[in-house]
C-alpha cells in the first residue's frame, strides 16, 4: 500500500514499458494486493480461501483503490479516474478469484 501511495504522490510517472497501458499496471498493483488482504483475512489456512475472505479482499482492495484516487485530487497534475478504479478491482477480482479457485481444485485433488 505505501508502494501505491507513493507511486500517487509523483505528478508525472514514467511512460509504461512494452506498450501496457496505465491501467495494465493498475489491475498487476492491485492484482498483488488483493492476493495480501486474502492472506491476512484468510490467516494460516490462507490457501483454501472461503468466499467472504475473497469477497472482503476485493472489497478491501477497490475500497483502498478508491482512497487512491481521491488521494490524486490533491497531487498536482493528476486526476481522479474511474476507469483506473475498475482496473483497480478487476486486478483484484482476478487475483483473489484465482487463488480461490485454486484452493478449490487442491481440495478436490486431496493436496
Do not use: N
Request: glycine residues 12%.
Amino acid at each position: 500500500m505505501v508502494l501505491i501511495f507513493v507511486g500517487s504522490s509523483f505528478s508525472r510517472l514514467p511512460d509504461v514499458p512494452g506498450g501496457f497501458s496505465d491501467k495494465t499496471v493498475h489491475a498487476c498493483e492491485y492484482a498483488v494486493l488483493g492476493v495480501l488482504f486474502a492472506r491476512g483475512l484468510a490467516g494460516p489456512g490462507w490457501l483454501s480461501l472461503t468466499f467472504p475472505c475473497v469477497a472482503g479482499a476485493v472489497v478491501l482492495a477497490a475500497l483502498y483503490g478508491v482512497s487512491d484516487e481521491f488521494h490524486q485530487l490533491f497531487v498536482f497534475g493528476r486526476q481522479f479516474d474511474v476507469r483506473d478504479m475498475m482496473a483497480d478491482a478487476l486486478g483484484a477480482s482476478a487475483s483473489t478469484g484465482a487463488l480461490w479457485a485454486w484452493g478449490i481444485i487442491r481440495r478436490f485433488s486431496g493436496h
